[in-house]
Structures are given as structure tokens and as C-alpha cells.
């Protein structure tokens, strides 16, 4: 790559990670959480809920991750010329 694109995507990426930043400061600073109203939930219940009422959301969502991952390292390797 050249100098000049080299410049353009360190430029992109850094304005990229400040705006999240900047966005999730916002988001925290601004929210006041009432935590009067916390009760706790076991664990029992959580996974309970996962697994019975979300149970093909859950197959579907690994499905999806795994592709992804997979496409990742399909798209990171490095191609080896004979």
C-alpha cells in the first residue's frame, strides 16, 4: 500500500474508536440508573429462559458465529504460490 492509504485508514479507524468512545461516555454520563428496583435472579432462571424459550435463536446464533469465525480465518490467511 502507499503512504497515502496507509494515512486515510489510520485516520478512519482512530475517528472510528473516538466516536465510539465518545458515544458510550455519552450514554453513561447522561443515564441516571435507579437501582432501588434490583432483585436478583438465579442463574437456574437465566439459563432456564435461554434454553426453553430461546432455544432455536441460541442454535441459530452459533451457527452464525461460527461462520463468521470461519470466514475470518479464510479471509486472514495468507495465500502460498507453488
Same mark, same amino acid.
Do not use: C, H, Q
Given at each position: 500500500?502507499?503512504?497515502?492509504?496507509?494515512?486515510? @485508514?489510520? /485516520?478512519? !479507524?482512530? %475517528?472510528?474508536?473516538?466516536?465510539?468512545?465518545?458515544?458510550?461516555?455519552?450514554? !453513561?454520563?447522561?443515564?441516571k440508573?435507579?437501582?432501588?428496583? /434490583? +432483585? &436478583? @435472579?438465579?442463574?437456574?432462571?437465566?439459563? +432456564?429462559?435461554?434454553? +426453553?424459550?430461546?432455544? !432455536? %435463536?441460541?442454535?441459530?446464533?452459533?451457527?452464525?458465529?461460527? %461462520?463468521? !469465525?470461519?470466514?475470518?480465518?479464510?479471509? %486472514?490467511? &495468507?495465500?502460498?504460490?507453488?
Open positions: 500500500m502507499s503512504k497515502n492509504k496507509d494515512t486515510t @485508514i489510520v /485516520i478512519v !479507524v482512530t %475517528a472510528s474508536v473516538l466516536l465510539g468512545f465518545l458515544m458510550a461516555l455519552s450514554l !453513561v454520563s447522561t443515564d440508573w435507579d437501582t432501588s428496583d /434490583i +432483585n &436478583e @435472579i438465579p442463574m437456574t432462571d437465566v439459563a +432456564n429462559t435461554l434454553f +426453553n424459550e430461546y432455544g !432455536v %435463536a441460541l442454535v441459530v446464533l452459533g451457527i452464525l458465529l461460527t %461462520a463468521s !469465525v470461519l470466514g475470518g480465518i479464510f479471509l %486472514a490467511r &495468507e495465500e502460498v504460490e507453488d
